[in-house]
């Protein structure tokens, strides 16, 4: 890390506190000096015997354009998805409650009723829109691995993000970037071997959004954690 970002980059734990899905952005590119160092400071994420799984394919400017209009035109033409990892496994209980509290927030900052299906039609197409991000990272891993693998592909992704919050990038992990692999490798050729598993859409954020002013907190640390001497 550079003397500069040692001392303007903000700590971990202030990384950790501020860090939150944004789902809308300025039409202000981040730097290529900035984008090269954060993913330079991601690069030291932890993975099992240091196999560094992880494939990263960043797309920013044209590039991004045709990807973000490919996948908004899949979408409204009704184009089944073709994901490379389909079980997504069931969200009950707590969970359930969690995922629905989230959406509830989110929509009722966007002025969108439960009611209201078109609403939330527009809420959807927004994530393959990027939310207006001019940037999308496509993150997988050899399609080889197993699962236990995706394990330290989610270490860097969480690295990633923190490092962004860190240098005052804002970011959304997206699990429908995941939807159309094929788009991904097509603008990233000679990728064949490379499953997708999320996207990544990040940028400066728009404090105009609506969507920008959810705050979802978190449980207690006793509905997750155990101690026992």
């Known amino acids: 890390m550079s003397i500069e970002t040692q001392n303007d980059a903000m700590s971990l734990v202030d990384s950790i506190y501020t860090r939150r899905s944004v789902h809308g952005y300025l039409d202000k590119p981040v730097p290529p000096e900035i984008l090269s160092e954060i993913f330079t400071i991601a690069q030291r994420a932890p993975s099992n015997c240091n196999i560094q799984p992880w494939k990263v394919f960043v797309a920013s400017g044209e590039t991004r354009d045709k ?29 359930k409650t969690r995922r629905r509290d989230c959406a509830f927030a989110m929509y009722s900052e966007m002025g ?11 809420a959807g197409l927004r994530n393959f829109e990027l939310f207006d ?3 999308v990272a496509f993150l997988g891993m050899d399609k080889g691995f197993g699962h236990t693998v995706v394990l330290d592909v989610g270490m860097y992704i969480q690295t990633l993000m923190l490092t962004m919050t860190a240098h005052g990038i804002a970011s959304c992990a997206q699990g429908s ?53």
């Open 112 to 122: 969108i009723a439960r009611e209201d299906r078109e609403g939330r039609a527009r």
């Open 133 to 135: 991000a001019p940037h």
């Open 177 to 229: 970037m995941r939807q159309y692999p094929d788009v991904v490798r097509e603008f990233f050729p000679g990728n064949d071997n490379i499953n997708i598993l999320v996207g990544l859409s990040f940028g400066y954020e728009d404090p105009d959004v609506p969507a920008n002013n959810t705050r979802i907190g978190r449980d207690d640390i006793s509905a997750s954690v155990t101690f026992k001497d």
């Open 67 to 95: 990807i973000r209009d490919r996948l908004v035109s899949n979408v409204k033409n009704g184009v089944p998805s073709n994901q490379d990892y389909k079980d997504r496994g069931n969200f009950e209980d707590e969970y």
